[in-house]
Nanobody, 120 residues
């Protein structure tokens, strides 16, 4: 199982970024996926979750109305569109596949993370 994030970078306040998470090694379309973030000195927190088929989503209050989670099951890719970015959105963003069953094992898998910095 491999999750590889991309799309992070430096952006000015009010700007936009789109993060991607390319998945491989498991049946991507069978699992809910999530984005988490961790700012320096803070615990990792949930940003957004999307159901396996993409019909249901959940957002943290801090990003509701600004961020959109989506997925393309044909491309095995998860996305996070981030608009109206604020300095407090600065963090390492990671994608997570939860409860993935591979052979006899069931566990969560994480990507390596991508840095998002919002600063003027």
């Amino acid at each position: 199982v491999q999750l590889v994030e991309s799309g992070g970078g430096l952006v000015q306040p009010g700007g936009s970024l789109r993060l991607s998470c390319a998945a491989s090694g498991f049946t991507f379309s069978s699992y809910a996926m999530s984005w988490f973030r961790q700012a320096p000195g803070k615990e990792r927190g949930l940003v957004a979750t999307i159901s396996s088929a993409g019909g249901s989503t959940f957002y943290a209050d801090s990003v509701k109305g600004r961020f959109t989670i989506s997925r393309d099951n044909a491309k095995n890719t998860l996305y996070l569109q981030m608009n109206s970015l604020k300095p407090e959105d600065t963090a390492v963003y990671s994608c997570k596949a939860g409860g993935v069953r591979v052979g006899p094992l069931t566990r969560d898998y994480w990507g390596q993370g991508t840095q998002v910095t919002v600063s003027s």
